[in-house]
């Protein structure tokens, strides 16, 4: 009984909500870059460096605000490394992503060391303001899928980005420039991206953590895919990933061993995955090279 | 009259090939130009030229008067060129108002206007005739309707002048003559079009003009109504062709193969076959006609193991082969030319050498124990290469470096080679040049004069009656009646295909 008003407890809800945010910006992030033909695995990556440029902004400047913004304008050009390699040069977009990733992780802990001089943890540093019951990258959040889902489905650029994901030869055959439209949509997931880092950071925390971002980067990824590649369907999926990782929080300390409360998300996730959605079916073009004039 | 567009004196090099050599081309409005020759005969050279993807060497075009300097398709379309690609460029997951606008939209602030978008496409379907449904996803409407977006892409764009690249490649009898009235009602509309086909048929029957090519040169411009087959086809292989089918008298063995009511069910689970018999003796070409979707694809598979019946028989020399493997159906010499070479007779990336023995490539001579025998399969392509006139002539080559023609020509040297007694031939030479058409001929007949049992299926009507000694026509997934193809003609099968009958004319449906 005790844990039943636990998990469904107001605070709960706001939790759910706060954990959302992150899986939800990132996963809108994944959908652009997806929608557009290219896998962007490196939201882990992109996440944490996002995080982490957040904190060290906001350190210099004292400024918060900045630090968001530091965040964003990075994500954006850490996630144009992934667009060269992929979008110019043809390369495996999972290794490209891969690569990201464990630049991110071990970049972010050399940076964490010669800036702070410390290991695993940044000092404290200004956070971003309660606006309301949230932290404004929450609502942000919530912005960011109401207009992905009217850029996506009712802007020109919107079925631009789905015709170059689905058949980018035809798109190419109407005068579309394929590659200039995938590099804005990496663009754009790199700067959601790093977006949902800096809620983790200044958001949540008013810190920078050695791996912070603990594979929200992927569950992100499973909320786009559970979602069925829809802004709204990703949404909902995070609210559920989300909704997990605040039961966790809340049944720790009560008994249960933590390393089975722990696994909770997880193992949401791997049912989602596995099979509760019935059949979410990619982009067709997705994860191939373009190449003019090749059919 | 002054032509709309002229192209004089167009020369395409490619690195060791002349692709276009000193070609002309004009193109009067309202006309509908064909324009043909083999396959690599530079046809669709001439076309990316025209259509900015390619720059020529040499020459000039004209259009409207004036000189022309188009840099890519985008200023193409914006003078009035459309291209209607023979791989249709549709994105199948959106509508089809949302493909024909794509890159162009109507829009009301930031938002796509999809009303007028829906609107505009109506009105210019119905002012030209082409029926389509403006808010259908492109995966879900068929290849007929598919290939009027495409048409309407190309005027939705402004289009004066319009390619149709080989545009009844994909289509059946029934969708070929939708087309020729929508190419009718386009010229009536002061549109010109250019017709890019092999099919001589075709040509005579809708174009005005027409323009041969034959290895990259142009060999000359003839009015269609001052013309015939012959000609043509004499122009574009260079020498005389043989277009009637010569064909030995039939000497009939026993019967070879035996199937009695055979059922199956198509990928949607819906029945597709039913109880479908027949019989081919030794020495004989049994044909299948039909429109497409009547159950003859079906209808191989089962007979070649790519789908599992669920009643009847099955018999080869009185041994059964109902619901046998795919591989036990080869060992017991039953050969197939597939529908879809490139989904079922060839692995495109693989060689010439290679596509030779897919299927037979475990067997000696090619292999031995669990190793491929490499000196045995070099030797069995050069043996086959000169023998199928398999061009060209190097065995490296990937599959999809060839022609159609020519991809066809290594799924019959494969099959034929080994000595099958049963030969299931399915649209064995769509999409293939005339040339190539005439060899593929000669040899299913060959093999019919060994005496082997011949299934020939085919959606070409003159194909099957020349071809077959008795036609067998399906109709839902039926044979409806089996005839002799000594008294069979198109208007007979015609009757039969939209499941009538001979004593009682088209039946209602039934």
């Known amino acids: ?295 | 009259m002054e032509p709309i567009l002229e192209m004089k004196a167009i020369t395409k090099r490619f690195p060791g090939v002349l692709a276009n050599d000193n070609v002309n081309l004009d193109l009067y409005q309202g006309e509908i130009h064909a324009l043909i020759g083999e396959n690599g005969a530079g046809k669709s050279t001439l076309m990316s030229v025209l259509f900015g993807m390619y720059t020529p060497e040499e020459g000039e075009i004209f259009y409207k008067g004036q000189k022309l300097d188009i840099d890519g398709p985008q200023d193409a379309i914006e003078l009035g060129i459309g291209m209607v690609h023979q791989h249709f460029m549709l994105v199948p997951t959106l509508t089809v108002a949302e493909n024909i606008i794509l890159g162009s939209e109507p829009k009301r602030g930031l938002k796509i206007d999809i009303e007028k978008a829906i609107a505009k496409v109506n009105e210019l379907a119905n002012k030209f005739g082409l029926q389509v449904d403006a808010t259908a996803k492109v995966k879900d409407i068929p290849v007929g309707m598919q290939q009027r977006v495409e048409i309407l892409k190309a005027l939705y764009r402004g289009a004066e002048v319009l390619i149709l690249d080989e545009p009844t490649a994909v289509l059946t009898p029934q969708e070929v003559e939708g087309l020729y009235q929508i190419m009718e009602s386009l010229t009536e509309q002061g549109k010109s079009i250019i017709f890019i086909t092999h099919k001589l048929k075709e040509v005579l029957r809708i174009s005005d003009r027409i323009t041969v090519l034959r290895k990259g040169k142009g060999i000359g411009t003839v009015t269609t109504s001052e013309t015939n087959q012959k000609e043509l086809a004499r122009m574009m292989v260079g020498r005389e062709v043989l277009l009637e089918v010569e064909k030995e008298e039939a000497d009939f063995g026993e019967v070879l193969v035996e199937v009695s009511n055979l059922s199956a069910f198509n990928d949607r689970g819906m029945e597709a076959l039913n109880s479908v018999s027949f019989q081919i003796r030794a020495g004989e070409i049994l044909g299948i006609a039909g429109v497409e979707g009547n159950g003859q694809t079906e209808l191989v598979e089962v007979l070649t193991g790519l789908r599992e019946a669920t009643a009847g028989e099955y018999n080869l020399h009185g041994d059964s082969l109902y619901n046998h493997s795919a591989r036990k159906i080869k060992e017991a010499k039953v050969a197939h030319i597939p529908e879809d070479r490139h989904k079922h007779g060839l692995v495109l990336d693989y060689t010439v050498e290679d596509n030779l023995v897919l299927g037979y490539h475990y067997r000696e001579p090619f292999a031995k124990g669990i190793n491929l025998n490499f000196n045995n399969l070099a030797e069995h392509a050069n043996r086959l290469i000169p023998e199928y006139d398999i061009r060209p002539q190097n065995k490296e080559a990937l599959a999809r470096s060839l022609s159609g023609g020519n991809q066809q020509k290594i799924i019959v040297a494969r099959e034929f080679d080994l000595g099958p007694e049963f030969l299931i031939a399915s649209q064995p030479t769509r999409g293939v040049d005339v040339g190539a058409i005439e060899f593929i001929h000669r040899r299913i007949l060959e093999q019919r004069d060994e005496g082997k049992a011949v299934l020939l299926v085919s959606a070409e009507l003159p194909e099957v009656i020349s071809l077959s000694d008795r036609i067998a026509v399906m109709y839902e997934g039926e044979i409806v009646d089996i005839v002799d193809a000594a008294e069979a003609t198109e208007e007979k099968l015609g009757i039969l295909m939209a499941g009538g009958s001979l004593e009682g004319g088209i039946a209602n449906g039934s």
């Open chain 1, 1 to 295: 009984m005790e844990i039943l008003t636990q998990i469904f407890s107001l605070e709960t809800l706001s939790s759910t909500l706060r954990m959302a945010t992150p899986l939800a910006i990132a996963a809108i992030g994944g959908l652009y870059s997806e929608r557009s033909g290219i896998i962007n695995i490196a939201l882990e990556g992109l996440m944490l460096a996002g995080a982490f440029i957040a904190v060290v902004v906001s350190y210099f400047t004292g400024i918060p605000w900045l630090g968001l913004l530091g965040a964003l304008v990075f994500g954006g050009l850490f996630a144009m490394i992934h667009a060269v390699v992929s979008i110019k040069y043809h390369a495996d977009q999972v290794v490209s992503g891969v690569a990201i990733n464990m630049l991110a992780a071990g970049g972010t802990v050399f940076m964490l060391n010669i800036i702070f001089n410390t290991s695993g943890t940044s000092e404290s540093v200004n956070a971003l303001p309660y606006w309301g019951p949230f932290k404004p990258t929450v609502y942000i959040g919530l912005l960011v899928v109401f207009i992905a889902h009217y850029v996506l489905f009712k802007t020109p650029f919107g079925l631009r980005v789905r015709s170059v994901g689905e058949h980018p030869h035809a798109a190419d055959s109407v005068g579309i420039d394929v590659e200039k439209i995938r590099y804005i949509c990496v663009g754009i997931s790199g700067i959601l991206a790093g977006l949902a880092g800096a809620h983790l950071s200044l958001g949540v925390l008013d810190s920078f953590r050695e791996g912070m971002t603990a594979g929200r980067g992927f569950i992100a990824l499973a909320a786009m895919i559970f979602g069925k590649w829809t802004p709204f369907g990703a949404l909902g999926a995070s609210l559920l990933f989300g909704f997990s990782q605040a039961v966790q929080i809340r049944l720790q300390g009560l008994g249960i061993p933590t390393e089975f409360v722990q696994m909770i998300p997880y193992i949401f996730t791997i049912i989602a995955l596995a099979g509760v959605i019935g059949k979410s079916t990619p982009p067709t073009a997705i994860g191939e090279p373009f190449e003019k004039g090749k059919r």
